[in-house]
Protein backbone atom coordinates (compact mmCIF):
# COMPACT_ATOMS: atom_id res chain seq x y z
CA UNK A 1 0.00 0.00 0.00
CA UNK A 2 1.23 3.41 -0.82
CA UNK A 3 0.43 6.88 1.12
CA UNK A 4 0.10 9.51 -1.36
CA UNK A 5 2.21 12.56 -0.95
CA UNK A 6 0.11 15.74 -1.90
CA UNK A 7 1.44 19.16 -2.64
CA UNK A 8 -0.55 22.22 -2.72
CA UNK A 9 0.71 24.36 -4.82
CA UNK A 10 -0.69 27.81 -6.60
CA UNK A 11 0.18 26.63 -10.00
CA UNK A 12 0.09 22.97 -9.77
CA UNK A 13 0.88 22.79 -13.45
CA UNK A 14 3.94 24.45 -13.48
CA UNK A 15 5.36 21.55 -11.23
CA UNK A 16 4.25 19.04 -13.66
CA UNK A 17 5.34 20.39 -16.46
CA UNK A 18 8.72 20.49 -14.61
CA UNK A 19 8.60 16.69 -13.91
CA UNK A 20 7.38 15.87 -17.48
CA UNK A 21 10.08 17.70 -18.77
CA UNK A 22 12.57 15.72 -16.65
CA UNK A 23 11.06 12.60 -17.73
CA UNK A 24 11.34 13.60 -21.52
CA UNK A 25 14.84 14.34 -21.38
CA UNK A 26 15.01 10.97 -19.09
CA UNK A 27 14.20 9.11 -22.36
CA UNK A 28 11.29 7.47 -20.29
CA UNK A 29 8.05 6.10 -21.36
CA UNK A 30 5.26 8.58 -20.28
CA UNK A 31 1.67 8.06 -19.93
CA UNK A 32 -0.28 10.85 -20.96
CA UNK A 33 -3.70 11.76 -19.74
CA UNK A 34 -6.69 14.00 -20.90
CA UNK A 35 -9.36 16.22 -19.38
CA UNK A 36 -9.22 20.03 -19.38
CA UNK A 37 -6.23 20.05 -16.76
CA UNK A 38 -3.31 18.78 -18.38
CA UNK A 39 -2.65 20.93 -21.29
CA UNK A 40 -1.07 23.87 -19.47
CA UNK A 41 1.45 21.16 -18.23
CA UNK A 42 1.76 20.39 -21.33
CA UNK A 43 2.56 23.82 -22.42
CA UNK A 44 4.91 23.91 -20.32
CA UNK A 45 6.57 20.65 -20.68
CA UNK A 46 7.02 21.59 -24.61
CA UNK A 47 8.77 24.89 -23.65
CA UNK A 48 11.22 23.89 -20.99
CA UNK A 49 12.33 20.67 -23.35
CA UNK A 50 11.25 20.79 -26.90
CA UNK A 51 13.78 17.51 -27.51
CA UNK A 52 11.80 14.89 -26.23
CA UNK A 53 13.14 12.28 -28.88
CA UNK A 54 14.42 10.00 -25.74
CA UNK A 55 11.20 9.07 -24.79
CA UNK A 56 8.38 7.19 -25.58
CA UNK A 57 4.47 8.95 -24.72
CA UNK A 58 1.18 6.72 -24.18
CA UNK A 59 -2.34 7.60 -22.88
CA UNK A 60 -3.84 6.43 -19.81
CA UNK A 61 -7.27 6.26 -21.92
CA UNK A 62 -9.18 7.80 -25.11
CA UNK A 63 -12.24 8.61 -25.63
CA UNK A 64 -13.51 7.45 -29.06
CA UNK A 65 -13.25 9.88 -31.60
CA UNK A 66 -11.20 10.54 -34.62
CA UNK A 67 -7.63 12.45 -33.53
CA UNK A 68 -8.62 15.59 -34.75
CA UNK A 69 -11.83 15.52 -32.78
CA UNK A 70 -11.56 18.45 -30.11
CA UNK A 71 -12.42 15.53 -27.06
CA UNK A 72 -9.78 13.77 -28.45
CA UNK A 73 -6.92 13.17 -25.94
CA UNK A 74 -4.53 12.32 -28.01
CA UNK A 75 -5.02 15.58 -29.97
CA UNK A 76 -5.20 17.29 -26.79
CA UNK A 77 -1.26 16.12 -26.49
CA UNK A 78 -0.58 17.01 -30.09
CA UNK A 79 -1.76 20.49 -29.76
CA UNK A 80 -0.52 21.43 -26.74
CA UNK A 81 2.78 19.27 -26.47
CA UNK A 82 3.93 17.46 -29.59
CA UNK A 83 3.21 20.18 -32.20
CA UNK A 84 5.55 22.67 -29.99
CA UNK A 85 8.24 19.95 -29.75
CA UNK A 86 11.54 20.25 -32.19
CA UNK A 87 12.35 16.55 -31.88
CA UNK A 88 9.28 13.99 -31.58
CA UNK A 89 9.06 11.42 -28.65
CA UNK A 90 7.93 7.64 -29.95
CA UNK A 91 3.82 8.49 -29.78
CA UNK A 92 1.90 5.21 -29.22
CA UNK A 93 -1.65 6.69 -29.39
CA UNK A 94 -4.74 4.74 -28.72
CA UNK A 95 -6.88 4.65 -31.99
CA UNK A 96 -10.01 6.07 -30.84
CA UNK A 97 -11.62 6.33 -34.47
CA UNK A 98 -11.76 2.23 -34.22
CA UNK A 99 -14.23 0.34 -33.24
CA UNK A 100 -13.91 -0.10 -28.98
CA UNK A 101 -13.27 -3.42 -28.71
CA UNK A 102 -10.46 -3.38 -31.82
CA UNK A 103 -8.90 -0.92 -30.25
CA UNK A 104 -8.65 -1.83 -27.01
CA UNK A 105 -7.15 -5.04 -28.33
CA UNK A 106 -4.67 -3.00 -30.51
CA UNK A 107 -3.40 -0.80 -27.52
CA UNK A 108 -2.90 -3.94 -25.33
CA UNK A 109 -1.01 -5.56 -27.95
CA UNK A 110 1.42 -2.49 -28.19
CA UNK A 111 1.73 -2.27 -24.69
CA UNK A 112 2.71 -5.91 -23.64
CA UNK A 113 6.13 -5.76 -21.69
CA UNK A 114 6.46 -2.36 -21.79
CA UNK A 115 7.67 -1.14 -18.55
CA UNK A 116 6.05 2.29 -17.68
CA UNK A 117 8.12 5.19 -15.99
CA UNK A 118 5.50 7.89 -15.49
CA UNK A 119 1.86 7.75 -14.82
CA UNK A 120 -0.03 11.06 -15.23
CA UNK A 121 -3.38 10.88 -14.57
CA UNK A 122 -6.07 13.18 -13.42
CA UNK A 123 -9.19 12.33 -10.88
CA UNK A 124 -13.09 12.98 -11.84
CA UNK A 125 -15.53 14.43 -9.37
CA UNK A 126 -16.82 11.11 -9.00
CA UNK A 127 -13.69 9.62 -8.47
CA UNK A 128 -12.98 8.18 -11.34
CA UNK A 129 -9.54 7.81 -12.77
CA UNK A 130 -8.34 7.33 -16.63
CA UNK A 131 -11.97 5.91 -17.90
CA UNK A 132 -11.98 3.94 -15.15
CA UNK A 133 -15.73 5.08 -13.31
CA UNK A 134 -17.11 4.29 -10.12
CA UNK A 135 -18.92 0.02 -9.83
CA UNK A 136 -18.14 -0.45 -13.36
CA UNK A 137 -17.16 -3.51 -14.68
CA UNK A 138 -13.84 -2.46 -16.49
CA UNK A 139 -12.38 -2.04 -12.84
CA UNK A 140 -13.08 -6.33 -11.96
CA UNK A 141 -11.18 -6.84 -15.52
CA UNK A 142 -7.70 -8.45 -14.20
CA UNK A 143 -5.69 -10.03 -16.94
CA UNK A 144 -5.87 -7.76 -19.78
CA UNK A 145 -3.70 -4.36 -19.80
CA UNK A 146 -6.20 -2.70 -22.08
CA UNK A 147 -10.13 -2.64 -21.99
CA UNK A 148 -13.57 -0.16 -23.25
CA UNK A 149 -17.10 0.25 -22.10
CA UNK A 150 -18.89 3.09 -21.78
CA UNK A 151 -18.17 6.69 -20.24
CA UNK A 152 -19.57 7.68 -17.03
CA UNK A 153 -19.57 11.26 -16.82
CA UNK A 154 -19.28 13.70 -20.01
CA UNK A 155 -18.04 13.75 -22.84
CA UNK A 156 -20.39 10.77 -23.27
CA UNK A 157 -18.46 8.52 -25.40
CA UNK A 158 -16.94 4.92 -25.24
CA UNK A 159 -13.72 5.01 -23.69
CA UNK A 160 -10.87 3.09 -24.17
CA UNK A 161 -8.68 2.51 -21.16
CA UNK A 162 -5.77 0.78 -19.36
CA UNK A 163 -7.06 -1.71 -16.53
CA UNK A 164 -5.84 -1.04 -13.17
CA UNK A 165 -3.58 -3.67 -13.31
CA UNK A 166 -1.80 -2.06 -16.25
CA UNK A 167 -1.87 1.31 -14.44
CA UNK A 168 -0.38 -0.43 -11.26
CA UNK A 169 2.69 -1.53 -13.51
CA UNK A 170 3.94 2.23 -13.60
CA UNK A 171 7.12 2.92 -11.85
CA UNK A 172 5.55 6.39 -10.10
CA UNK A 173 2.42 7.74 -10.25
CA UNK A 174 1.60 11.42 -10.47
CA UNK A 175 -1.67 12.97 -10.10
CA UNK A 176 -2.48 16.61 -11.18
CA UNK A 177 -6.36 18.09 -9.80
CA UNK A 178 -7.71 21.51 -9.61
CA UNK A 179 -10.79 23.33 -8.86
CA UNK A 180 -13.18 23.22 -5.53
CA UNK A 181 -15.18 20.98 -7.79
CA UNK A 182 -12.89 18.20 -7.30
CA UNK A 183 -12.28 18.94 -3.05
CA UNK A 184 -15.04 16.13 -1.74
CA UNK A 185 -12.94 13.42 -4.27
CA UNK A 186 -9.66 14.43 -3.41
CA UNK A 187 -10.42 13.83 0.22
CA UNK A 188 -12.29 10.41 -0.73
CA UNK A 189 -9.28 9.43 -3.13
CA UNK A 190 -6.39 9.58 -1.40
CA UNK A 191 -7.82 9.60 2.38
CA UNK A 192 -10.56 7.46 2.49
CA UNK A 193 -11.18 4.14 1.56
CA UNK A 194 -9.68 2.12 -0.90
CA UNK A 195 -12.94 1.39 -2.41
CA UNK A 196 -14.28 0.54 -6.38
CA UNK A 197 -16.84 3.33 -5.33
CA UNK A 198 -13.65 5.95 -5.93
CA UNK A 199 -11.71 3.80 -8.39
CA UNK A 200 -8.78 6.67 -7.92
CA UNK A 201 -8.23 4.92 -4.41
CA UNK A 202 -7.18 2.10 -5.79
CA UNK A 203 -4.06 3.07 -6.73
CA UNK A 204 -3.17 3.43 -3.55
CA UNK A 205 -3.65 0.12 -3.47
CA UNK A 206 0.44 -0.76 -5.45
CA UNK A 207 3.51 0.05 -4.52
CA UNK A 208 4.18 2.78 -6.54
CA UNK A 209 4.59 6.20 -5.12
CA UNK A 210 1.80 8.58 -5.61
CA UNK A 211 2.57 12.11 -5.90
CA UNK A 212 -0.70 14.62 -6.06
CA UNK A 213 -0.15 17.86 -7.06
CA UNK A 214 -3.25 19.86 -6.56
CA UNK A 215 -4.41 23.56 -6.43
CA UNK A 216 -5.75 25.46 -2.92
CA UNK A 217 -9.06 24.84 -4.19
CA UNK A 218 -8.63 21.25 -4.61
CA UNK A 219 -7.12 20.36 -1.33
CA UNK A 220 -10.36 21.78 0.43
CA UNK A 221 -8.71 25.38 1.58
C1 LIG B 1 -10.69 11.71 -19.69
C2 LIG B 1 -9.73 11.35 -18.61
C3 LIG B 1 -10.20 11.51 -17.20
C4 LIG B 1 -9.75 12.87 -16.70
C5 LIG B 1 -10.50 13.29 -15.46
C6 LIG B 1 -10.18 14.71 -15.03
O1 LIG B 1 -10.49 11.29 -20.82
O2 LIG B 1 -11.64 12.45 -19.39
O3 LIG B 1 -8.58 10.78 -18.87
O4 LIG B 1 -9.84 10.51 -16.34
O5 LIG B 1 -8.38 12.85 -16.40
O6 LIG B 1 -11.88 13.22 -15.75
O7 LIG B 1 -10.57 15.56 -16.07
P1 LIG B 1 -10.49 17.12 -16.02
O8 LIG B 1 -9.06 17.49 -16.20
O9 LIG B 1 -11.33 17.58 -17.18
O10 LIG B 1 -11.03 17.53 -14.71
Known amino acids: MTEPQLHVLADPALAVGELLADAARGGEA???TGGSTPGKAYMHAAALEPDWSAASVWWSDERCVPPDDERSNYGLAKRTLLDRLAHQPEVHRIRGELDPADASG???????GVALDLLLVGLGPDGHVASLFPHSPQLDERERLVTSGPAGLEPFVD???MTLHALLSARRIVFLISGAAKADAVERAFRGAITPEVPASLLRDGDAPIDVYLDPAASGG
Open 30 to 32: IVL
Open 106 to 112: EYGKKLE
Open 159 to 161: RVT
